[in-house]
């Protein structure tokens, strides 16, 4: 590949620039966010991102034992699934939802 020289504006390499940026950013963005959905096991500033809490309060769920750690040299380290679970645990059911649980366990007892 043969290289060549431009010779451009400043006002025409930021409009090129701004272009780039445009038609990239997002691509890179989104290889970031999955590549932190990829990780299998997070440290506690992690897990607190993760949840979006303060590290603090990571330590309260840790010391009273609210959410699944493994520990290794004084390190705590949480597993995806169960920073998933505390998260669904939390999940409150749509009024559909617990009609269809009322109506299934009235089948049930018939």
């Not at 090129?16 to 999955?34: F, G, R, T």
């Not at 699944?68 to 645990?89: A, E, G």
């Amino acid at each position: 590949m043969e290289q060549q020289i431009i010779i451009t504006s400043q006002s025409s390499l930021k409009e090129l620039l701004v272009e780039v940026l445009k038609e990239y950013l997002p691509v890179i963005s989104s290889n970031s966010s999955q590549k932190k959905e990829e990780k299998e096991f997070y440290t506690t500033q992690e897990a607190a991102e993760y949840l979006n809490i303060a590290v603090s309060t990571m330590y309260f769920l840790n010391s009273a034992k609210i959410i699944p750690y493994s520990k290794n040299s004084k390190k705590c380290h949480y597993h995806i699934t169960d920073l998933k679970n505390y998260l669904n645990d939390g999940r409150i059911k749509s009024i559909k939802e617990l009609q269809n649980e009322a109506d299934n366990s009235y089948r049930k007892k018939r």
